[in-house]
């Protein structure tokens, strides 16, 4: 069965600085990938996906991630924090299968700005 | 484009009672699914429609039902409240049929049983 581990549940990091939110995965084949930011009292917003080619990914708002596969990892990157990146995180695995697309998502990481 | 759109935003309701939520998906997009997100228990999967017919269903008591209308629409419904339902209820649509297998949340529903 396929999972996500979000290793970390908070991450504190002053404005300014550079950021690595850590995600690996478990999946028997070659996964679709997802990154999503969810900001208090919201749903939650697409930053980045992964599915094929180039392993590193450019995503809004600066965001990159890097697939490793020998690592089973999907680290989500930014060279330099704002205020506003404040928010949840959260990785996610899924297949495609017949059609459907149920990801599993990791219990999400928490992120903590200091001005 | 307009995006998912879910109703009500929140809601408050009692012990014993059922509640109706109602869920737009992107225009052109057939598949809706439902997840529940609760601070212990994180993202949890609900059930997905497809073509107006449930196609997968999360691990959830029979008290959980949804369904889709034929212009995609899609309402859950939750029978007997009970205080643990309490969540942030989401619904996402994504378009299975192209090439980008992506799912697109809306802001959610809060739903808080007293």
């Known amino acids: 069965a396929q999972s996500v581990t979000q290793p970390d549940i908070h991450i504190t990091v002053s404005e300014g600085a550079s950021l690595e939110l850590r995600c690996n995965y478990s999946y028997g084949a070659t996964p679709y990938l997802f990154w999503y930011v969810q900001s208090p009292g919201q749903g939650l917003q697409l930053l980045l996906k992964?599915?094929?080619?180039?392993?590193l990914v450019q995503g809004i708002k600066g965001f990159e991630a890097e697939f490793k596969r020998s690592q089973s990892s999907f680290n989500l990157r930014k060279p330099s924090v704002h205020w506003s990146d404040a928010a949840e995180y959260f990785c996610a695995v899924g297949p495609v299968s017949g059609g459907s697309y149920i990801p599993t998502f990791g219990r999400g990481t928490s992120l903590i700005v200091h001005p | 484009k307009a995006g998912v759109t879910q109703t009500p935003r929140y809601l408050i309701k009692t012990r014993g009672q059922q509640v109706t939520l109602s869920c737009s998906p992107i225009s052109g997009h057939r598949s809706v699914s439902w997840y529940q997100q609760t601070p212990g228990q994180g993202l949890q999967f609900l059930f997905e429609?497809?073509?107006?017919?449930?196609?997968n269903k999360g691990n959830f008591p029979g008290r959980f039902s949804g369904r889709q209308f034929s212009n995609s629409r899609s309402e859950m419904n939750v029978s007997t409240l009970e205080l643990g339902d309490s969540a942030l209820y989401l619904c996402?649509?994504?378009?299975?049929?192209?090439?980008?297998?992506?799912?697109?949340f809306g802001e959610g529903s809060w739903l808080t049983v007293v």
């Open positions: 996402a649509s994504s378009d299975p049929t192209g090439s980008m297998h992506t799912i697109y």
């Open positions: 429609y497809f073509s107006e017919t449930q196609r």
């Open positions: 992964y599915f094929s080619g180039d392993t």
